[in-house]
Nanobody, 128 residues
Framework: QVQLVESGGGLVQAGGSLRLSCAAS????????MAWFRHTPGKEREFVGG???????????DSVKGRFTISRDNAKNTVYTVYLQMNSLKPEDTAVYYC??????????????????WGQGTQVTVSS
């Protein structure tokens, strides 16, 4: 089992920045690829970005490319963290953001069904 807890959400003005954190505990963190998704009422949960097990590879949805950055810290002994740095935020980025973990993301790394473990989500609200 992997337990995931997000934090760092809040209210920010358009053009501002936020950094979300996802604390992961349980099994060996470096065995899992990680991703961020977001959900807005009335819409399906949307892939935001993902990061490989080692952290060497990242990939993003077109809507956030160039503005969001994912990183991970595999060095901790008990609690590991994945970050989502969000810059140049827009009102359309408003959503509940979730982190997710998967032992294998192939063949569909951007699909919700690929990820077995999920956090509870953190709200991000961007005002215009």
């Amino acid at each position: 089992q992997v337990q995931l807890v997000e934090s760092g959400g809040g209210l920010v003005q358009a053009g501002g920045s936020l950094r979300l954190s996802c604390a992961a505990s349980g099994r060996t963190f470096s065995n899992y690829a990680m991703a961020w998704f977001r959900h807005t009422p009335g819409k399906e949960r949307e892939f935001v970005g993902g990061i490989s097990r080692s952290g060497d590879s990242t990939y993003y949805a077109d809507s956030v490319k160039g503005r969001f950055t994912i990183s991970r810290d595999n060095a901790k002994n008990t609690v590991y963290t994945v970050y989502l740095q969000m810059n140049s935020l827009k009102p359309e980025d408003t959503a509940v953001y979730y982190c997710a973990a998967s032992a294998s993301v192939r063949p569909t790394p951007t699909a919700e069904r690929t990820y077995a473990y999920w956090g509870q989500g953190t709200q991000v609200t961007v005002s215009s």
